[in-house]
């Protein structure tokens, strides 16, 4: 749900004028008390954002140009309440055991890695590695001599061993 508290909605439109292609940003703002809906620009503002970028890139304006957009991009900003990250941190409390081990290259030569799982892992665990923490879209290597240790809101911190407070 939008505050009242003004939308800025951005449009660039890119149009072609007797085969130069140029592109015109043309910005609404909604005003605080506003309304809350945006309202999209008409054709005299597109075409006088057009013109003005043209006259800027080229230094004139050409007679009987035809003007054709070619792509039209939008992206809208808001305010909205803050949102409370601890709600997405991992729930679970029980101690997590790695699912796998398996062999990795460090600093020439091979070390046996455990493999957790790092949406599993409870808030306030802290590994020493080497350790691969996996995830559906990403997976972390602890390196030996650092450490992980999972905040508050579900990241992982990691940081040397000598440095953890």
Sequence with gaps: MWRDEGLSVFIRDKGELSGKIISALVTQRLNKGGDPFWKRPDHDTINAAFDAAYTQAFGRLLKNGVRRILNLRSAVTGKRPKFDLET??????????????????????????????????????????????????????????????????????????????
């Design 88 to 165: 997405l941190a991992p729930t679970n409390s029980d101690p997590v055991s790695p699912k796998a081990t398996r062999p990795v290259h460090f600093a020439g030569q091979w070390e046996e890695t455990a493999i957790y799982e790092r949406l599993s892992l409870p808030i306030g665990t802290v590994i020493d590695g080497p350790v691969i923490l996996e995830q559906p879209d990403t997976t972390v290597l602890i390196e030996p001599g650092l450490q992980g240790r999972v905040d508050r809101f579900g990241n992982t911190i990691i940081e040397r061993i000598g440095d953890v407070k």
